[in-house]
């Protein structure tokens, strides 16, 4: 039975889409935005299921960014996928942005990720060994390098994200190495799906009415620290799934 898998990842200005089909990736797509996804998702998601022949109803499977990062991004393609897997009945799977960019670093030491958090701040997070040191923080810029010599007083510390750039690392001296080449720079769907595969059991694809209802209604997202903007108690931005043609 072939299974199909979509993800969809928006937490950061890099909103990408990516389709897989029995583990395999079959096709995906990026595209930088300044306007936090809002017009640019649908149409891009309906293009891909365009290009790969598929309807919303041929996925039994979604996996999704949920943060941390930009908080209406965030919440932009969660609310995007819960709407499509609860008018069709798929298994959905949150995945941080902060895993995302540590996905296959594991065996290099402690990795530390890291995605602008606004407001002259990072999100970060530290694991060794896909062991969590350091559960996702958001600290000022200059605090960071800092936080991590202090977490991490001896061992090489690989540091992945676009954001850390930005950061002076000179505390750490030689044994820190920084990674900003894709797929570290930034957050992207076909990593999110890769994770999501991962953590989605078999039995999963397998859930239905009111099981997957209640699923996708316990996912939230990521946001680490408390939202600028929040929406009025009870309101959900679920776009329905005959957007998609």
């Not at 017009?39 to 290009?51: D, G, K, N």
């Amino acid at each position: 039975m072939t299974t199909r898998l979509a993800a969809v990842e928006t937490s950061t200005a890099l909103g990408s889409v990516a389709l897989f089909e029995d583990g395999r990736l079959i096709v995906e797509d990026s595209r930088r935005v300044s306007n936090a996804h809002g017009e640019s998702l649908l149409p891009m998601v309906s293009a891909l299921f365009e290009r790969a022949a598929w309807s919303p109803s041929d996925v039994s499977r979604w996996a999704v960014g949920v943060g941390p990062g930009s908080f209406t991004g965030c919440r932009i393609g969660l609310a995007t996928v819960k709407g499509i897997a609860l008018a069709t009945g798929a298994a959905i799977v949150g995945v941080t942005s902060l895993d995302a960019l540590a996905f296959g670093l594991e065996g290099a030491g402690v990795v530390v990720s890291v995605v602008a958090g606004g407001k002259g701040e990072l999100y970060l997070q530290a694991t060794r060994g896909g062991v969590v040191l350091l559960a996702p923080s958001h600290l000022r810029i200059g605090e960071v390098a800092a936080r991590v010599a202090a977490l991490v007083p001896d061992d090489r510390v690989v540091v992945a994200g676009e954001a850390a750039s930005g950061v002076d690392w000179s505390v750490l001296g030689e044994r820190v190495s920084v990674i900003v080449a894709s797929p570290h720079d930034l957050p992207r769907a076909s990593v999110v799906g890769r994770i999501g595969l991962e953590r989605l059991e078999p039995a999963d694809s397998e859930r239905a009415g009111d099981s997957a209802r209640a699923h996708a209604d316990a996912l939230e997202p990521v946001y680490v620290r408390p939202p600028d903007i929040t929406m009025p108690k009870g309101a959900k931005a679920m776009p329905p799934a005959s957007t998609l043609k």
